[in-house]
DNA sequence: AGAAATTTTGACCAGTTGGAAAAATGTTAG
DNA sequence: CTAACATTTTTCCAACTGGTCAAAATTTCT
């Protein structure tokens, strides 16, 4: 009764059997198939015969590696979180502020741009309440955040940052950076064909660091009244 | 044949007929549930039955109403969209950059807290690439951003406003604030409990102020080295 | 090669979903 | 009151969906 099924179904059973190199090929191919569809329908909206199809297997082989449509969404998300959340780990206190700031937001820009789905996948779990991943994002996302809230708030007394809200600061981040792939479509159609480029990633980056730098205060008056 | 149903089917029909009061009540019943719905499952993920539950009648009679799912949905997208560019509309090029800037951003940020399932529904729309209002974004955004574009040019030129990317700078400003109507499971949980009150709408309106205004550069050194 | 294990396929199923048809129930004008 | 119209409910259905299962095809191991 234990070895009916090979492939997939050791989540947590007694011998877990090495997983051949095939079988992680083929697991591969369906998760890499998955984050295409879960990307951009989400998860009630993507159906097994459509990851089944971009996987270029039938319904059922998929379902031979991946028993249930849940596990491999779950799959996808625990492994994007780690992904995610990396660029953040990085931030280093001993660093210099501004340094450690711009290279985090071109990180994250550079994760928008090769990484769309995996963002438009966190987006689609966002969106919906983060039914699959409440326990992450109050977790350990929290901490890592509270963390670096921290550092921040130890360089605003230093004076080395302007002082402002820690937390606000992180979430501009991630919205100016995830927007480029989100909203991709919005904002090809609004940059139109000749704004779109391989310039386009270049001007965001420059605008972001302009931003976040010294705002849209002209050189001219920057320490001006107030 | 013209009149076998009557209440919604005046899509493009010769006699539109009036409309009576109780149809409108009961069509913007409907649509207020759509939108409850829609917002949080996306249009695939909402069924006809949820809806009509929301609505508080039975499915029938919901299409009674709207006999396709299809047209409910593209209601609620157009309503919408007139909604979400008329402050975008308002930026007044006679105006100071920063007074506009600076209001445009609030209002935004209004929308974000008093309007998020409408944030939602369109985030939605774009992160399932649009397929639904393609021409409206292609078109009458784009028109109106190119519009606002050059207002932004202009002042930059006058020394006005730091020269930067102004369809960049317009990404941002809707980045930031429709983050914390679409991420708001996100934000939530990383403030915790306690900071998020009352307060957590005026501390982002501040941060957000701070950000377009003077950057993270700190007083001491706004104008420093190059 | 041949047995054993793994992988793939085809047929099938029960539950859900969008939607149609028609009967039943109001509602309103004459 | 009643005929004409508007609304609601009941019943039903065909397509789709996630998932099963046994047999067939293939690979792996000896």
Redesign the pocket.
């Known amino acids: 009764m234990v ?1 009916k ?3 997939a179904a050791d989540t947590v059973d007694a011998k877990p ?1 090495p997983l ?4 992680k090929e ?1 697991q591969d191919i369906i998760l890499e198939a998955a984050l295409e569809v879960f990307s951009l329908h989400g998860f ?1 909206g ?6 089944a199809a971009q996987a270029g ?15 491999i969404h779950r799959r996808l998300i625990s492994e994007l979180l780690v992904t995610w959340l990396a660029p953040l780990a990085e931030f280093d206190e001993d660093g210099d502020p501004f340094t450690e700031i711009r290279s985090y937001i071109r990180r994250k820009l550079e994760m928008a741009r090769d990484f769309p789905r995996e963002s438009r996948l966190f987006a689609n779990e966002m969106l919906q309440g983060a039914p699959r991943v409440s326990e992450m994002i109050e977790v350990d996302l929290k901490n890592l955040v509270d963390e670096k809230a921290k550092v921040l708030l130890t360089w605003m007394e230093q004076g080395r940052l302007a002082r402002t809200d820690p937390y606000h600061l992180i979430f501009s981040i991630w919205a100016t950076t995830q927007h480029y792939a989100d909203f991709d479509v919005q904002v090809r159609a609004v940059l139109g064909k000749d704004r779109n480029g391989e310039g386009r990633f270049e001007d965001a980056a420059r605008y972001l660091e302009q931003l976040f730098m010294h705002g849209l205060t002209p050189k001219a008056r920057s320490a001006g009244k107030a």
Chains 1, 2 share one sequence.
Do not use: C, G, H, V
């Not at 993507?46 to 990851?51: E, L």
């Not at 297997?57 to 596990?71: A, G, I, R, T, V």
């Open positions: 070895s099924k090979t492939a059997r051949t190199r095939i079988q083929k009630r993507a159906t097994i015969d459509q990851i297997m039938s319904k059922p082989n998929l379902l031979y590696y991946f028993p249930k449509k849940d596990e």
